[in-house]
């Protein structure tokens, strides 16, 4: 590879360990979404659920966040190359959600108000790995960042914490979902760059 | 997805802020119009920086150009801005995106809202259908500072002279550039949009791209004049990007 004459970049002192391959930081909130913010009243707004589970759970806004809630504080790495460290969710454990049911496959389709839509297997979701937040740094999350509630899946390309979320689909085969569909990668995991389909 | 040795054949200002890198690339598949690249610099130590950036010119430009946009205090930006020249090289690798993109021949009029430089996956949309000759109703309303701020201003001046309808609005102008005698100058408004048409319900494709609050904004709007949220394609520049 030629080097680019006269590049010298901008040595940051972030930790190394802490930045994956391409990234950089910021310490803005970048907001990346494919159409218009869809605005759901909370009077009709429902977490679902279902697919191959058996019998299908729901819960109305209000049982939903009264259910207990997880604060961590996470990095998260979003396929565009921001990362941004240290950031503080609130939200429902997918575990805790998913227990009671009987999962038979071994995928999940996250949808969401708007039609959007991804996959992930059901192992990237379950022991404390991902969360159905609802709650950013301690105030009700945004819109323009995925609220009323979104899934939060820090160790993955953001696009996977699917904003604006309603329901998770288990399922017995992998089905890509919206952005897997347009040639990023389906399982997106930034340590290892996997950001375009053939990553 | 591979890296390519990409080659600047020619840089070209745009604004004060802005120029084009026309490239050339080792065995580019190609493009559609609204898709990007990321590229890839590396420095003499081996120290590596990516960016995206949108892809300005048509798909049946003989080389691959990219508008960048000088972000103050932007690592890769104000190399491409300040320093690269005709000659430099870096990598880079795509077309990336397959759903802010639009062809000739697809039905529906053709509805473009750009706040600054999210007019570049834009224009490549218009260069296209120039290119191709298509006749699709296509309408396009920039939002910029100043006329100065103006991508591409006398491309669009020639558009809108032939049978494009070019909408201006100015956030920070007084008046009207001469070119532009109906542009307005104030932010986007619901006023605005409806002007530019076409109503809701005719099977317009919407595409907008700018900054969040402006994409925010011109969505929110749309969605409100009742056109249907599934016909508003939306893309982004943060506030980073750097």
Redesign the interface.
Same mark, same amino acid.
């Given at each position: 590879?030629?080097?680019?004459?006269? %590049?010298?970049?901008?040595?940051s002192d972030v930790d190394p360990a802490r930045l994956p391959p391409?990234q950089?930081e910021?310490k $803005?909130f970048?907001?990346?979404?494919?159409?218009?913010?869809?605005h759901t009243p909370l009077d009709e707004w429902t977490f679902t659920i279902d697919g191959a589970v058996g019998a299908s759970r729901r819960w109305s806004w209000e049982d939903f966040t009264a259910l207990p809630a997880e604060t961590l504080t996470v990095d998260i790495h979003c396929v565009?190359? @921001?990362s941004k460290f240290d950031t503080t969710w609130t939200g429902v454990p997918v575990s805790a959600l998913v227990e009671g049911t009987s999962p038979s496959g071994e995928h999940v389709v996250a949808w969401s108000d708007?039609?959007y839509t991804t996959n992930l297997p059901l192992a990237d979701v379950l022991d404390g790995k991902a969360w159905i937040a609802h709650r950013y740094g301690g105030e009700p999350l945004d819109p323009?960042h995925g609220g009323p509630a979104r899934l939060l899946v820090p160790h993955l390309y953001f696009w996977k914490s699917a904003k604006w979320v309603r329901g998770l689909t288990i399922t017995e085969h992998d089905e890509p979902g %919206?952005?897997e569909?347009?040639?990023y990668h389906n399982h997106g995991d930034p340590w290892k760059e996997q950001?375009? @389909?053939? $990553? | 997805?591979?890296?390519r040795?990409a080659a600047i054949a020619e840089v070209r200002p745009e604004t004060a802020h802005a120029k084009t890198l026309v490239l050339d690339v080792d065995g580019w598949p190609g493009h559609r119009a609204g898709q990007h690249v990321?590229i890839? =610099? +590396?420095?003499?130590d081996g120290?590596?920086?990516?960016?995206?950036y949108s892809i300005a010119s048509a798909p049946e430009s003989p080389r691959l150009e990219l508008t960048v946009e000088r972000i103050e205090d932007g690592?890769v930006s104000t190399?491409l801005v300040d320093?690269?020249r005709a000659?430099?090289?870096?990598?880079l690798r795509g077309p990336? &995106?397959?759903?802010?993109v639009w062809h000739a021949g697809l039905d529906g009029p053709l509805v473009l809202v750009a706040g600054g430089s999210g007019l570049v996956p834009l224009v490549a949309m218009l260069r296209h259908r120039r290119a191709a000759r298509d006749m699709t109703d296509a309408r396009l309303l920039l939002s910029a500072r100043t006329a100065d701020d103006v991508l591409y201003r006398d491309e669009l001046a020639a558009l809108g002279a032939g049978d494009v309808a070019v909408r201006l609005t100015l956030t920070r102008a007084a008046a009207p550039p001469p070119e532009f005698p109906e542009a307005w100058t104030r932010r986007i408004d619901r006023a605005m949009l409806e002007e530019l048409g076409p109503a809701p319900g005719t099977g317009a494709r919407i595409y907008v791209c700018g900054p +969040?609050p402006f994409v925010?904004e011109a969505? /929110?709007l =749309?969605?409100e004049l009742g056109h249907d949220?599934?016909s508003? /394609? +939306?893309e982004?520049f943060?506030? +980073?990007? &750097?």
């Open positions: 590879m030629a080097f680019t004459r006269g %590049f010298r970049g901008r040595r391409g950089y910021t $803005d970048p907001v990346l979404s494919a159409g218009p913010t869809p565009t190359k @921001w708007g039609g323009e %919206f952005w569909g347009y040639g950001r375009y @389909w053939s $990553d | 997805m591979s890296w040795h990321d890839r =610099l +590396t420095a003499e120290y590596q920086a990516q960016r995206s690592e190399y320093e690269a000659g430099d090289e870096f990598e990336i &995106g397959g759903y802010f +969040t925010e969505a /929110r =749309l969605v949220a599934r508003v /394609r +939306t982004r943060g506030p +980073t990007g &750097g």
